[in-house]
């Protein structure tokens, strides 16, 4: 299940661990792949770590795979409306050299991918904290005798603005 979230996810270039967990929550196709799992970002950052190799070995044979069935086009595509004959192509014919060369860009793109994606992971834990998902209620709205103080604060200060509006005393229904 990891293996596939992580494939999907780096497929449509979402890297960070925390943006996949809520993706887990919310989206329909990391649902699906995840058979409804809602794993937390650390226990999918943990197998990342645990796997990193094995993970940079099948993310490229996967592309590999993907290429040779014709599913992906990997590379630069323009179009400058150029109309030339001819009966090959030279993207589709390549030579011994060409393949091992492009095998070679194509483990630098998944190595780069990989620790851009562990990168992201960082920061996020550098900024939220290592066992915090980010979206975390503030701590003066954690508990609930603070939480209650604080609503009754943006009551008051609600109908002191109401007040204000209409010119008169504050009724006590904003």
């Given at each position: 299940?990891?293996?596939?979230?992580?494939?999907?996810?780096?497929?449509?270039?979402?890297?960070?661990?925390?943006?996949?967990?809520?993706?887990?929550?919310?989206?329909?196709?990391?649902?699906?792949?995840?058979?409804?799992?809602?794993?937390?970002?650390?226990?999918?950052?943990?197998?990342?770590?645990?796997?990193?190799?094995?993970?940079?070995?099948?993310?490229?044979?996967?592309?590999?795979?993907?290429?040779?069935?014709?599913?992906?086009?990997?590379?630069?595509?323009?179009?400058?409306?150029?109309?030339?004959?001819?009966?090959?192509?030279?993207h589709k014919a390549m030579s011994y050299k060409r393949m091992?060369?492009?095998?070679?860009?194509?483990?630098?793109?998944?190595?780069?991918?990989?620790?851009?994606?562990?990168?992201?992971?960082?920061?996020?834990?550098?900024?939220?904290?290592?066992?915090?998902?980010?979206?975390?209620?503030?701590?003066?709205?954690?508990?609930?005798?603070?939480?209650l103080k604080r609503i009754r604060e943006a009551w008051q200060?609600?109908?002191?603005?109401?007040?204000?509006?209409?010119?008169?005393?504050?009724?006590?229904?904003?």
């Amino acid at each position: 299940m990891m293996v596939k979230v992580r494939l999907y996810a780096c497929c449509i270039g979402v890297l960070s661990l925390r943006k996949i967990a809520k993706r887990l929550e919310e989206d329909v196709s990391f649902k699906v792949l995840a058979a409804n799992n809602t794993p937390d970002f650390r226990p999918i950052s943990d197998f990342r770590k645990e796997h990193l190799e094995a993970l940079s070995g099948l993310f490229l044979q996967v592309l590999k795979l993907c290429k040779k069935a014709g599913l992906v086009k990997l590379g630069l595509v323009s179009v400058d409306g150029s109309k030339i004959k001819a009966n090959t192509s030279k993207h589709k014919a390549m030579s011994y050299k060409r393949m091992k060369e492009e095998e070679i860009r194509l483990e630098a793109e998944v190595k780069e991918l990989l620790e851009k994606a562990e990168a992201i992971d960082e920061a996020e834990d550098r900024q939220c904290g290592n066992n915090k998902q980010g979206d975390e209620l503030p701590k003066e709205l954690a508990f609930r005798e603070s939480r209650l103080k604080r609503i009754r604060e943006a009551w008051q200060s609600l109908e002191a603005e109401l007040a204000r509006i209409a010119g008169k005393k504050a009724t006590g229904i904003p």
